[in-house]
Structure formats: C-alpha cells, structure tokens
C-alpha cells in the first residue's frame, strides 16, 4: 500500500487509510470510525485526519457510505484500493506475454 499508493496520496493520507483499514468488518466490508479514533491512531490532528479521508475518498480509496450524527459520531465507509499498475497485455508472435522485470505489469 505504502510503496503502490503513497506516492499518489502522500505519507500521512496513506497512514489513515491503513488505520481505517484496521477496522474493516469481515461481516460486510464496512468501516464504521470515527474522526477521533484514527486520530488517536494516527497521531494527527483531527482536521489532518477529515482533511487526508476526503482526499482518500477523492481519490477512490475509500467511499463514504453514511455518515454519523450526534448521536452517533462514527461515518461508515467502504474501502477499496484503486488500481493503479495495469497488467501488460502485449503478446509476441508467439502468444506469450511480455516479460520485464515486473512480472508482466507497466508500472
């Protein structure tokens, strides 16, 4: 995650992502936390944190599913990871695949 994505969402963002990833439940997918706790987690100031989850789900890591109220603080999200390496698909005369030191995938 950190090598792929960091790149493109920076450092901090990408430690959020990993905090919030943490709290997926293998029921259904969900991620119900708060602002709060993944700055308790993460060490940043909970305006970083709602800064770096709109940029997370700007950039397709992450979709707000609801979002929580007074009564109950905690934004359910849906995470996901956007590709970003796409897969060679050239092939030789011989239908083989293209090889590289990346196994076939153009980073």
């Known amino acids: 995650m950190i090598d792929e994505h960091g790149m493109k969402l920076g450092i901090p963002a990408a430690y959020v992502w990993l905090a919030m990833d943490r709290f997926v439940d293998h ?5 119900r ?5 993944l700055s308790e987690l993460t060490g940043q100031s909970e ?6 989850v709109k940029k997370l ?3 397709g ?3 707000l599913v ?6 109950k603080r905690s934004n359910v999200y849906q ?3 956007p590709r970003v390496a796409k897969l060679n698909r050239s092939t030789s005369d011989t239908g083989d695949r293209g090889t590289s030191d990346t196994g076939g995938i153009n980073l």
Do not use: E, P, Q
Request: aromatic content about 6%; cysteine-free.
């Open 33 to 37: 936390i708060s602002y709060s706790k």
């Open 79 to 81: 995470m996901t990871i």
């Open 57 to 59: 789900i700007d950039s």
């Open 27 to 31: 029921k259904d997918g969900l991620v």
């Open 47 to 52: 305006r970083s944190v709602i800064r770096h």
């Open 66 to 71: 609801s979002r929580g109220n007074s009564s």
């Open 61 to 63: 890591y992450a979709t």
